[in-house]
């Protein structure tokens, strides 16, 4: 089974920071990435994907894939107190396109 | 915004008992997959469905599960008979033709009791 691997956190940033989140990947193979966010108690809910290697911005939020590294991450800039949550990578794997998801980052933002 | 649907929220099932989770997926959407999260840990492929068959599917799909496409709309997970080990969070998801992003349901709670 390959792997994706995230700290579990908590990582915890003031309010108006940036929050940087990591994840390594074992499939090399892997040609698609995806950031989630989960509430407690809630279903993972998208917030962005990535294809190509560099940067990707949406907003708050910019991904960036390096495959060479196998390392995907997601900076959040002005941090806020509902940005609170826990952040799930998840890669692609396999011609059916199921994802495999890493444990998650827990991300506190304080006020 | 079109989302996928799953009923109900919360389950509470004895040991033994039959349980069918339901989901509705996104209306033009193709892939179909069930996820389950036991509390306090990750996301899990549990099994994935295309052109009204399984395509893929975990270890822990075992035969105790199944999956149907009843009516062309709802997408169902039945457990034959309930372990309490089965208790988790149910998440449908489902992906378009030609893209690879999946859209999550609000998820079932199911407890074995």
């Known amino acids: ?111 | 915004e079109p989302e996928v649907t799953q009923t109900p929220s919360h389950q509470v099932t004895q040991m033994g008992q039959e349980v069918i989770l339901r989901c509705v997926p996104i209306s033009n959407h193709l892939y179909f997959y069930w996820y389950r999260q036991i509390l306090g840990q990750k996301v899990e492929f549990l099994v994935s469905f295309y052109n009204n068959e399984i395509s893929e599917k975990s270890e822990i799909f075992d035969d105790q599960f199944s999956v149907e496409r009843p009516d062309g709309s709802n997408f169902t997970l039945k457990i034959r008979s309930t372990k309490l080990e089965d208790s988790a969070m149910y998440f449908c998801a489902s992906t378009g033709q030609g893209n690879t992003e999946a859209f999550f349901g609000q998820g079932t709670r199911l407890t074995v009791v």
């Open chain 1, 1 to 111: 089974q390959k792997e994706v691997e995230q700290n579990s956190g908590p990582l915890s940033v003031p309010e108006g920071a940036i929050a940087s989140l990591n994840c390594t990947y074992s499939d090399r193979v892997s040609q698609s990435f995806f950031w989630y966010r989960q509430y407690s108690g809630k279903s993972p809910e998208l917030i962005m994907s990535i294809y190509s290697n560099g940067d990707k911005e949406d907003g708050r939020f910019t991904a960036q894939l390096n495959k060479a590294s196998q390392y995907v991450s997601l900076l959040i800039r002005d941090s806020q107190p509902s940005d609170s949550a826990t952040y799930l990578c998840a890669v692609i794997q396999g011609a059916t396109n199921k994802l495999i998801f890493g444990t998650g980052t827990l991300l506190a933002v304080q006020p």
